[in-house]
């Protein structure tokens, strides 16, 4: 299945959540007005509304409550890109120059506060205050999460362990609350809820573990970005953790990790790329695509259900 | 009246928020907690949790609410300053390094988010969705405003509406919300809320002009920062709008402001410093103060509202 054919469920939806989004880019501050439009606008897959709106299918769907929810899900996510563009020094995201390289650090750090803020607002007009709750909250795992990963020493043993709790609080976590958003806010029963959180965890999984191997053999014109980039910022991430553990002895990696010596990104890329790492990434990739599907079990059988599953194989064969 | 005096009512309660900042400093991510100690706790004169249980004090003051909602406000202004420092490349803070100075650029964006989110999630304990609107928007108007400040030209006509505007956003916006969620969450008529708002709008005012007059007039070491950060800056605040306004021929200001020779940042400052231009805008300040006293007195008398008064005088005549 392809794209739109598994958006189908929410096609017109998405285009409610797209104009919203459209319309909190019009603003009176010219400056904010350009930014939001280049960082809003036209960009990404929208995996995270579509997330949303289709954790609330199965029961009261309500689009006055679930169009800003979706809407607000997503500025949060575009805010901790233009965030992390910043600080891993990212010269492009979605094919053209990151928001700090048009227009500067400071104005890109000030965007992601209006954003983040701009997203709280609009969550809030749901009036669900665990939703709200859940909503606030996950930026402060996100940005948590990264200090933790920040201050981890370089350490082969516990480096899967760590690997897995970063990309959770990074990834997963706004998978897991649109997904718990999305779902409190139709009305789901509590255990059909945990169902989809569970979906949603899994499916956060495979998603940044298919992300950390393109960053390794995607195409550099299609993934908008270059090869190496976790490498080159010293970031460990699944493939290069695999090779380490059936390479303990290769110097390359610790050279690259912690001595930051950048000349050897290329031959380490080469390396992890023509190893067996990426195939066990990816044969991981599909263990957790096999978790969200039985979580999927748990939820009655429709549309919705069909596209949350077909959602998960299609970002695990997408190649950027 | 010295700040013990004014803060005598609500003494107790503030020592609750105190102790609510430290065990959100206390983290189970060391890095976090460290900056996070570093950042919160025994920094600043805790005006906005004083302004937010004062404004309380008039109805129904519940301290499960009022304690929490003040910590958060605290929180939300602590993130600002952290990244503020980051953007305005500000040595230091409240007599320390800043932040970023001491674990770099990256990680103090990381602090920020973390302490916006944490803020978020303190005032959604509160359950009162207009308060948790409030709080949340209050962002969105501060990193709003800095946008718009940073892409307004110099242009004298207009700079003293930009600047009433600037601090507006970025000052009395944050003041105002204080008021407002602390006046709403104990109940208060709305005509009162409406005082109390007014009263922290003008408040607020004066207190960033008397901030702005400080970075010429202050004395380094009582500050804790270097006197004319803000022209170094580029930024054109109050005495240097009113020096320009009287001597609209003098090229200095237009070189230190648009041109950004730094090298004649102690000249203008000087300039400004003995030109009359800082006794009228402490005249200004005053009347900022007599507006927040007149709308004061549409609440009933008390401790409070004595409190609330003094505390504009008190930062009126402060010096640092």
Same mark, same amino acid.
């Given at each position: 299945?392809?794209?739109?054919?598994?958006?189908?469920?929410?096609?017109?939806?998405?285009?409610?959540?797209?104009?919203?989004?459209?319309?909190?880019?019009?603003?009176?501050?010219?400056?904010?007005?350009?930014?939001?439009?280049?960082?809003?606008?036209?960009?990404?897959?929208?995996?995270?509304?579509?997330?949303?709106?289709?954790?609330?299918?199965?029961?009261?769907?309500?689009?006055?409550?679930?169009?800003?929810?979706?809407?607000?899900?997503?500025?949060?996510?575009?805010?901790?890109?233009?965030?992390?563009?910043?600080?891993?020094?990212?010269?492009?995201?979605?094919?053209?120059?990151?928001?700090?390289?048009?227009?500067? +650090?400071?104005?890109?750090?000030?965007? &992601?506060?209006? *954003?983040?803020?701009? =997203?709280?607002? !609009?969550? %809030?007009?749901?009036?669900?205050?665990?939703?709200?709750?859940?909503?606030?909250?996950?930026?402060?795992?996100?940005?948590?999460?990264?200090?933790?990963?920040?201050?981890?020493?370089?350490?082969?043993?516990?480096?899967?362990?760590?690997?897995?709790?970063?990309?959770?609080?990074?990834?997963?976590?706004?998978?897991?609350?649109?997904?718990?958003?999305?779902?409190?806010?139709?009305?789901?029963?509590?255990?059909?809820?945990?169902?989809?959180?569970?979906?949603?965890?899994?499916?956060?999984?495979?998603?940044?573990?298919?992300?950390?191997?393109?960053?390794?053999?995607?195409?550099? +014109?299609?993934?908008?970005?270059?090869? &190496?980039?976790? *490498?080159?910022?010293? =970031?460990?991430? !699944?493939? %290069?953790?695999?090779y380490?553990?059936h390479?303990?002895?290769?110097?390359?990696?610790?050279?690259?990790?912690?001595?930051?010596?950048?000349?050897?990104?290329?031959?380490?890329?080469?390396k992890i790329?023509d190893s067996g790492a990426i195939?066990?990434?990816?044969?991981?990739?599909?263990?957790?695509?096999?978790?969200?599907?039985?979580?999927?079990?748990?939820?009655?059988?429709?549309?919705?259900?069909?596209?949350?599953?077909?959602?998960?194989?299609?970002?695990?064969?997408?190649?950027?």
């Open positions: 299945m392809n794209l739109d054919e598994i958006y189908a469920p929410v096609k017109e939806d998405l285009k409610l959540v797209e104009a919203k989004l459209g319309d909190i880019a019009r603003n009176d501050i010219p400056l904010l007005s350009q930014m939001l439009e280049y960082a809003l606008l036209n960009v990404g897959k929208r995996v995270r509304p579509a997330l949303t709106l289709l954790s609330s299918k199965f029961y009261n769907y309500d689009l006055d409550l679930l169009v800003p929810m979706a809407a607000a899900v997503e500025l949060l996510h575009i805010g901790t890109l233009v965030h992390d563009d910043i600080i891993d020094n990212s010269a492009t995201r979605h094919g053209k120059p990151a928001v700090y390289r048009t227009w500067g +650090s400071n104005s890109a750090l000030l965007l &992601g506060d209006y *954003l983040f803020s701009r =997203a709280g607002s !609009l969550a %809030t007009t749901t009036e669900n205050t665990r939703v709200i709750r859940r909503f606030t909250e996950t930026l402060m795992i996100i940005s948590g999460g990264e200090l933790r990963e920040a201050s981890t020493h370089f350490e082969p043993g516990g480096a899967r362990d760590n690997y897995y709790k970063w990309i959770s609080d990074k990834t997963a976590c706004l998978f897991v609350m649109a997904a718990e958003c999305g779902s409190v806010l139709s009305g789901c029963p509590e255990d059909q809820v945990l169902a989809l959180k569970d979906y949603a965890q899994n499916f956060g999984l495979a998603f940044q573990i298919i992300d950390d191997i393109l960053d390794f053999v995607g195409d550099e +014109s299609t993934l908008g970005k270059p090869v &190496g980039s976790d *490498l080159s910022e010293g =970031a460990m991430t !699944l493939p %290069t953790i695999i380490l553990q390479n303990p002895e290769d110097p390359l990696i610790y050279k690259v990790i912690v001595e930051r010596d950048k000349s050897l990104v290329p031959e380490a890329v080469a790329r195939d066990e990434c990816k044969e991981i990739a599909r263990e957790f695509y096999g978790k969200a599907s039985g979580s999927l079990d748990k939820l009655p059988d429709c549309d919705a259900r069909g596209s949350l599953n077909a959602l998960v194989a299609y970002v695990i064969e997408r190649n950027k």
